[in-house]
């Protein structure tokens, strides 16, 4: 009969020149866990989707639903709400780490430092896309706007512009780790460097949520999205191994 | 061709501003050797563990772990760290958090050795508790079985016996002794000389960011653990 910590010798005792993970395993597991950690705690989701909700809802006291006006600029409202809620998630995305200097942990492991900052931003990318999610349909009911005419094409700017704040944030959120001042420091560095990319979702966004469809001239706006996102995930998969060992 | 040393370090300078943290350090260990890094607080020994971890780079100089650079996979594969903190994450569960780094790691069924090393410590009984949840002692043995799931050839540790409970540290002289009569490397900074003297096979002396000893531990070391402070430290 073998007792129990003949079996945990056993089991523990296989050789451990195993190939190494893939990157794509990685990255999953990194986002596995970050999500896991949010759903249970729930800290940055309800913080952000409170936030979100509570913006839309007293904004919607500031204007009338029934002007042309709330058209115009119904992109840029949702896009803001969307960034300043965002932030709320991404300030937490590298500092959960600092607890337990789980970080060191992370960054003595075999995995590299771009599998880290792809895992966290897959699982920010889902956690923004879940607060986009439940602020769409608080912002066509407070606001008298039917914002799934151009379903399709919204949810791809949705992603697109999503993702360009996702891997803004996220690269930011380990510059700024260790500083004490980090909540304050992410959106100074973060809003300015998405200027671009919230010019062209909040433009798209205001197209599409007045029901008519993306013609040619718009096409600008999506390509800008597509080359922000290329270019700036590139960059941080790059220089993120920098940010974090300096 | 001769193995390469467990642990090689050339000319290593640490600079924070104007301030060298660490200056010049030269360090070569033998495989299966087992080292204590001793010192006064602020010397430089958790500069230099953080250095030789690869958590952090070197001012100048270079490391190099069985041949590799530290910083290459191949060398972070083979290595084990425990550092101040635990490196848990207090809202998953104890076998969460081993899976998770049985999987960066690359192991085969991470789940099961997850299982397995947490009936090693003693906490098979709550595999699924949360580790904020844990006492102290009980965190400060998963942290040690996070250090050893992969079975590192280089063990890395800082002040591994502060703080620890009775039991945890039964756990941890257990498995440093399997280590190393498994012939595995292991360096240590640590304060407290009773513990790490009978352990070590070799010692090294930081003062002031410099190595002021480095040799063989002697049996007058474990005799009279002043010795090392009193013939090497200048205060």
């Known amino acids: 009969m073998k007792t129990t910590e003949a079996v945990a010798e056993l089991e523990i005792s296989r050789p451990v020149s195993a190939p190494a993970p893939s990157l794509i395993a990685q990255v999953w597991t990194i986002a596995g866990k970050d999500l896991r950690s949010e759903f249970r705690t729930k800290e940055a989701l309800n913080a952000s989707i409170a936030f979100s909700v509570v913006i839309l809802v007293l904004f919607s006291f500031a204007f009338d639903p029934t002007s042309d006006q709330l058209q115009e600029f119904s992109g840029g409202l949702l896009w803001l709400v969307f960034s300043f809620a965002g932030t709320l998630v991404l300030n937490r995305s590298f500092s959960r780490e600092t607890q337990n200097d789980c970080l060191d942990g992370l960054l003595a492991s075999p995995m590299p430092a771009s599998a880290l900052f792809l895992g966290k931003s897959l699982a920010n990318y889902v956690l923004l896309m879940m607060i986009e999610i439940v602020s769409l349909p608080v912002f066509g009911l407070f606001y008298n706007i039917r914002w799934a005419r151009q379903l399709p094409m919204l949810a791809a700017v949705l992603l697109l512009g999503t993702w360009a704040l996702t891997v803004i944030g996220t690269f930011f959120s380990a510059l700024t780790v260790n500083l004490r001042i980090r909540e304050l420091m992410l959106p100074m560095l973060v809003y300015p460097l998405m200027i671009p990319a919230l010019m062209a979702a909040m433009t798209l966004t205001t197209v599409l949520l007045g029901g008519v469809p993306i013609t040619a001239s718009d096409m600008i706006w999506i390509k800008m999205l597509v080359a922000f996102d290329v270019v700036f995930t590139t960059l941080s998969v790059f220089l993120i191994d920098t940010v974090l060992l300096g | ?235």
């Not at chain 2, 430089?44 to 490391?63: C, D, M, N, Q, Y």
């Not at chain 2, 084990?80 to 690359?106: D, P, Q």
């Not at chain 2, 996070?146 to 620890?164: N, Q, S, Y």
């Not at chain 2, 540290?169 to 407290?192: E, F, N, P, Y």
Request: net charge neutral; proline share 2%.
């Open chain 2, 1 to 235: 061709m001769r193995a390469p040393h467990a642990l090689e370090i050339e000319g290593v300078f640490k600079y924070y501003g104007d301030f060298a943290a660490l200056r010049n350090i030269a360090l070569r260990v033998d495989r299966g050797s087992t080292v204590a890094l001793l010192g006064r607080n602020g010397a430089g020994k958790t500069t230099l563990l953080r250095i030789i971890a690869g958590l952090s780079k070197p001012s100048e100089g270079s490391v190099k772990i069985l041949g590799s650079n530290v910083r290459d996979d191949a060398a972070r594969r083979r290595i084990g760290v425990l550092g101040h903190g635990i490196s848990l994450y207090e809202e998953l569960s104890a076998h969460e958090n081993l899976t998770i780094f049985a999987r960066l790691y690359g192991l085969d069924q991470p789940g099961e050795t997850a299982s397995a090393w947490l009936e090693r410590i003693g906490l098979g009984r709550v595999r699924d508790g949360l580790v904020r949840e844990f006492s102290r002692g009980m965190r400060q043995r998963l942290a040690v079985a996070r250090a050893f799931i992969h079975e590192p050839e280089v063990l890395l540790f800082d002040e591994p016996f502060t703080a620890l409970d009775d039991r945890a540290i039964a756990v941890l002289q257990g498995l440093l002794a399997d280590a190393h009569a498994k012939g595995r490397t292991i360096v240590m900074s640590t304060h407290q000389l009773k513990e790490a003297l009978v352990l070590a096979t070799d010692v090294a002396l930081i003062r002031r960011g410099e190595i002021a000893y480095a040799g063989t531990r002697t049996q007058q070391m474990v005799d009279d653990t002043g010795w090392l402070y009193r013939t090497y430290e200048d205060d």
